[in-house]
Nanobody, 123 residues
């Protein structure tokens, strides 16, 4: 599976962005998909995950109620809606396909990683 994340950009604090992750070469409809981020000078951090059917989601405490992950298996895409953005949300965001139908916050549960998309939130 080859993944490509897009939708990043520069936004003012309080604004919204919607990131998308598209799969190519083969479908990832049987895989969980997660979003991670790496802020400047910080470790990679789990953001959100969704199971293969889209019926179960999991969020980092720092983004609960602020971000929403969803998927459209017919289009082979996963989205991350980010609202009420804060400067602390500035990071490169990566999507990753899980090794199984359900995956959690651990990076080792994901076997396929896309190139990231940069989100910059100005104050």
């Amino acid at each position: 599976v080859q993944l490509q994340a897009c939708g990043g950009g520069l936004v003012q604090a309080g604004g919204s962005l919607r990131l998308s992750c598209a799969a190519s070469r083969r479908t990832f409809s049987n895989n969980a998909v997660g979003w991670f981020r790496r802020a400047p000078g910080k470790e990679r951090q789990f953001v959100a995950a969704i199971n293969w059917r889209g019926s179960n989601t999991h969020y980092a405490d720092s983004v609960k109620g602020q971000f929403t992950i969803s998927r459209d298996n017919a289009k082979n895409t996963v989205s991350l809606q980010m609202n009420s953005l804060k400067p602390d949300d500035t990071a490169v965001y990566f999507c990753a396909a899980g090794l199984r139908a359900v995956s959690g916050p651990g990076p080792d549960e994901y076997g396929y990683w896309g190139h990231g998309t940069l989100v910059t939130v100005s104050s």
